[in-house]
C-alpha cells in the first residue's frame, strides 16, 4: 500500500467506527459494508474537505483494504461534482489490484474530465494489466474518442468490441454509432447501424445527432421519419440540429410539430427553444417558453432561467433579463456569462462592463465564454487596460487554450484599443490560426491607416490556403478606401466576384461608394449605385452626403439626402451633413431651415462623445461637458492648450459651425469639442511622454484634427483616436491617415 498523507478527522462530524480486521485483499460481507458510518457519510459529502476527513476515517477503520470501499471513494472523487480527479489517481495508484469497477471507473471519471484521452491511456493500461474489460468499459471510453477525434483508436476498440462479443449491447452499439458520427465518419456509423438488428430510437438518435453536427440535414430528417416510435430526444436531436446550422425559423416550426404530436418537451427541449428564440428575435415563443417553465414548476431550475436570462437579452428585453438575472440565488458562469453576453449583444458596454467588475468582486471564476463577451465591450470604449488584465490573465489559467473565437476578439480589442502591435502580437502567437483571426488583423490594419500592411497579409492569407470570404473583402476595400487606392479598390471589387465568387454585399458597395466619393469620382459613385443588386441602404447615401460635404458638392449632397430622409426619416445625422454641407457655402437660411425640420421632428443632433481610459477607468466627456469632478483643472488645461495652440500659428476652421454667429463664438464653440476635452483630462492624469488614447462616437472634425497634430508637437505626446471609421496616430505635428479621412 502506498502511503498518503490525509487530513485528521473532525470529532464533530463523526462517530466512532468500528475497526475491522481483515485478511489482505478481502472484503467483508457487501451488507455490513454497505451500512458502515462512513460509506454512508460518503453518501452525503458536498465538499472535498469532507472527502478528505471521510477518507481518514476509513484509513482508521481499516476499510482502507477492501476493494468496496475504495471503489466507492474513487467513485466521489472521479465523478462527483464535489470530487477531485487527481486525489482518485491517488487512490488509485494505492490500490494492489484494482477490479474491473475500479478501472471502468477511472476511464469514466477521465472521459467526463478536462482531458478525456487519458481515459484511453487507462484502457490500455488496464489491457497490459490483464482485466478483462466489460460493456461497462466501452460507452464512456469511445465517448472520450468522440470528444478528442481519436477515429483510429476508436476503430481498434471497435474491434475489441466485436472479439468480446459485446457489439449487441445497446449501450455498446449506440456508443460505436456515436464515436464514428461524431468524428465525421458517417459511413462507417450508418454502416454499424444498418448492420444492426437493435433499431431503437436511441440508436436512430446518435445517427441523427452525427448528420447534424456535420449540416446534414436532410439526411437527418430521413432518418427521424424512419423512427417508429419517435421520443423526446429524437425530437430534441432535430430541433438542435436546424438551431446550430442557423436555420432557427426550422427548429421552431419543428417544436411546434412535436407538440402537434403530442410529445412533451423536456428541459432540454427548451434550453434548445429558447436559444433559436434569441437568434430569431422570436420574444412570443420566449414568453410562451417561459410561461410552460412556470407551470411545470421549473422556475428555479437554473439551466432553465440561463437560457431565458439569454433569450430576454437577445430579444432587446434587458429589463426582464436582470431581473431573472438578480432572482438567482447562486449564480454559476453560465448566469453570469449570458448576462454580459446580453449587454454586449445589445451594445451597452458600459453595462456589461460593470457587471463584468462585479463578477470579480463576486469572487466568481470567469471562463473563456466571460472574455469572449466582455472583450467587444472593451473594444468599443477603447478600456485597454482591463483588456490587457483579460490578456494575462488568459495566459495564466487558459495557456494552450485552443479557443480561435478568444484569441480572434483579443486581436480586435488591441487593434480598436489603438494597439495595433499587440493585435500583431497575438496573432502571431496563433495556433491555428483561423480565418476570423486573418479577417481581424486585416480590418485592424485598415483601420489604422496601414493598407499596405493589410493588403499583403490579405496575399499571405491566400498563399496559406484561406479561402477569403465576404467579410475579408470589406476589409481589402476599406483599406484601400482609408488610403485613397482608387485602382487596386476596383481591382479587388471585380476579383472579389470573378475570381472567389464572393457576391458583393451592402458593406462592399459602402467601401467603394464612400471611397470613390472622397476621391471626388462622384460620377462613378452615382454609375456604381445604380447597378447595385439591392437597394442601397442609409450608409451608402450617408457616405455619398458626406463626400458631398468635403468636397462642397450641395446639389448631389441634396439628391443624396433626399434618398437618406426616405430610408431614414428618424435620423437626425442626415440633417446634420446636409446642414454642415450649406454652412461651408453660407447658405444660412437653408441651415436654419433644416435644423427647424430637426426640431420639429423631436429629433437631436446624436451629441460628440470621447472617452478616455484612466487607470483602468473609462472617462466620458461630450460637447462642452463641465460635470466631470476634475472640470476646472480639465478647462484650465484647455485653456492653456488654446493659448499654445494660437502662439503655434493654429487658427480654427469655423467654416462646419453649424450656426450664423461672430467668428470668436465659432472659435469658442470649437474649443470645447468632447475630442478635446478628453485630451486634456488625459494630459492632467498621466505621466509626460505617456501616450494619450481616446475615442470618438463622430468622425473628427476638421479643426480637432489640425488642433490635435499641433497638440503633439507641443506637449512631445502621441495621441491615438479611433472616431467612428478609423484610427488617427497623431506624433511630431502629423498625422497617421495623411490629412486624408
Not at 169 to 182: E, K, R
Not at 214 to 235: H, K, N, Q, T, Y
Not at 267 to 285: D, F, I, K, N, P
Not at 620 to 626: Q, Y
Amino acid at each position: 500500500m502506498i502511503k498518503m498523507a490525509f487530513t485528521s478527522c473532525s470529532p464533530s462530524l463523526f462517530l466512532p467506527s468500528p475497526t475491522l480486521h481483515l485478511q489482505p485483499a478481502s472484503d467483508p460481507p457487501y451488507r455490513l459494508l454497505q451500512k458502515h458510518p462512513s460509506l454512508i457519510l460518503l453518501s452525503d459529502c458536498k465538499s472535498f474537505q469532507t472527502l478528505k476527513q471521510i477518507h481518514s476515517q476509513i484509513v482508521k477503520s481499516g476499510l482502507h483494504d477492501t476493494q468496496f470501499a475504495m471503489s466507492k471513494l474513487i467513485e466521489f472523487c472521479a465523478i462527483s461534482p464535489f470530487g477531485n480527479l487527481s486525489y482518485a489517481l491517488l487512490l488509485f495508484e494505492s490500490i494492489e489490484q484494482p477490479n474491473q469497477f475500479i478501472w471502468n471507473t477511472m476511464i469514466r471519471g477521465n472521459s467526463l474530465s478536462s482531458s478525456p484521452a487519458e481515459a484511453i491511456d487507462f484502457y490500455v493500461r488496464m489491457l497490459l494489466r490483464g482485466v478483462e474489460s466489460n460493456s461497462y468499459t466501452f460507452p464512456f471510453l469511445l465517448k472520450s474518442c468522440a470528444k478528442v477525434a481519436a477515429t483510429q483508436e476508436g476503430k481498434q476498440i471497435h474491434g475489441q468490441i466485436l472479439k468480446l462479443g459485446l457489439e449487441s449491447d445497446p449501450f455498446v452499439h449506440t456508443s460505436i454509432i456515436n464515436m464514428y458520427a461524431q468524428n465525421g465518419e458517417l459511413g462507417y456509423a450508418e454502416l454499424v447501424f444498418s448492420k444492426s438488428s437493435h433499431r431503437d430510437a436511441v440508436s436512430f438518435t446518435a445517427l441523427i445527432t452525427g448528420y447534424t453536427s456535420r449540416g446534414c440535414l436532410d439526411d437527418a430528417r430521413r432518418l427521424f421519419d424512419e423512427i417508429p416510435l419517435r421520443d423526446a430526444v429524437s425530437w430534441n436531436a432535430m430541433i438542435a440540429g436546424y438551431a446550430q446550422s442557423g436555420r432557427f425559423e426550422e427548429a421552431l416550426e419543428f417544436f411546434h410539430d412535436m407538440k402537434r404530436a403530442n410529445v412533451a418537451p423536456n428541459e432540454s427541449t427548451m434550453v434548445t427553444v429558447l436559444s433559436a428564440c434569441a437568434q430569431s428575435g422570436s420574444l412570443e415563443l420566449g414568453n410562451w417558453v417561459r410561461s410552460w417553465i412556470d407551470d411545470h414548476g421549473l422556475g428555479s431550475n437554473l439551466r432553465l432561467v440561463n437560457a431565458l436570462i439569454d433569450m430576454y437579452s437577445k430579444c432587446g428585453e434587458l429589463d426582464k433579463a436582470r431581473d431573472l438575472f438578480e432572482g438567482i440565488c447562486e449564480k454559476d458562469v453560465i448566469s453570469w456569462n449570458v448576462m454580459i453576453g446580453g449587454y454586449s449583444h445589445m451594445n451597452s458596454y458600459k453595462e456589461a462592463l460593470a457587471l463584468f467588475r462585479r463578477m470579480q468582486e463576486s469572487n466568481v471564476e470567469p471562463n473563456d465564454v466571460t472574455f469572449v463577451s466582455i472583450l467587444p465591450a472593451c473594444a468599443y470604449l477603447g478600456a485597454l487596460d482591463l483588456g490587457k488584465w483579460i490578456h494575462a490573465y488568459i495566459d495564466k489559467h487558459f495557456h494552450g487554450l485552443t479557443n480561435t473565437s478568444l484569441w480572434t476578439s483579443l486581436i480586435d480589442m488591441y487593434a480598436k484599443c489603438g494597439n495595433i502591435e499587440a493585435a500583431k502580437q497575438v496573432f502571431a502567437g496563433m495556433k491555428p490560426k483561423s480565418l476570423g483571426s486573418w479577417n481581424a488583423l486585416i480590418s485592424g490594419l485598415a483601420m489604422h491607416g496601414h493598407a499596405n500592411m493589410a493588403l499583403e497579409l490579405f496575399r499571405q492569407m491566400k498563399d496559406e490556403g484561406f479561402e477569403p470570404d465576404d467579410i475579408t473583402f470589406v476589409g481589402v476595400l476599406s483599406a484601400c478606401s482609408h488610403a485613397g487606392l482608387v485602382d487596386l479598390a476596383r481591382h479587388f471589387f471585380t476579383s472579389m466576384v470573378e475570381s472567389h465568387g464572393v457576391s458583393p454585399k451592402l458593406q462592399h458597395y459602402g467601401c467603394m461608394i464612400d471611397l470613390l466619393g472622397r476621391a471626388g469620382l462622384f460620377d462613378e459613385a452615382v454609375a456604381l449605385i445604380k447597378t447595385m443588386a439591392m437597394n442601397p441602404d442609409g450608409a451608402i447615401w450617408g457616405s455619398l452626403l458626406g463626400a458631398c460635404r468635403v468636397h462642397g458638392k450641395t446639389e448631389l449632397g441634396e439628391f443624396a439626402a433626399k434618398h437618406l430622409f426616405e430610408l431614414e426619416p428618424e435620423n437626425p445625422g442626415a440633417y446634420v451633413l446636409l446642414s454642415n454641407i450649406y454652412a461651408r457655402a453660407g447658405r444660412w437660411d437653408d441651415v436654419a431651415r433644416t435644423r427647424t425640420k430637426l426640431n420639429d421632428k423631436g429629433m437631436k443632433k446624436v451629441p460628440g462623445c470621447s472617452s478616455i481610459e484612466i487607470d483602468s477607468v473609462v472617462h466620458e466627456f461630450l460637447v462642452g461637458d463641465r460635470v466631470h469632478e476634475q472640470s476646472h483643472e480639465i478647462y484650465e488645461m484647455l485653456d492653456e492648450i488654446d493659448r499654445l495652440l494660437e502662439k503655434s500659428g493654429h487658427v480654427p476652421d469655423t467654416s462646419e459651425v453649424l450656426y450664423d454667429m461672430d467668428e470668436d463664438w465659432k472659435e469658442g464653440a470649437l474649443s470645447y469639442h468632447s475630442e478635446k476635452l478628453a485630451i486634456a483630462f488625459g494630459l492632467i492624469s498621466t505621466t509626460p511622454e505617456t501616450t494619450i488614447r481616446i475615442v470618438k462616437n463622430l468622425r473628427v472634425c476638421g479643426n480637432c484634427h489640425s488642433a490635435m497634430k499641433l497638440i503633439s508637437k507641443i506637449y512631445n505626446r502621441e495621441i491615438i483616436a479611433r472616431d467612428r471609421s478609423r484610427f488617427h496616430h497623431f506624433k511630431d505635428g502629423s498625422c497617421s491617415c495623411m490629412d486624408y479621412w
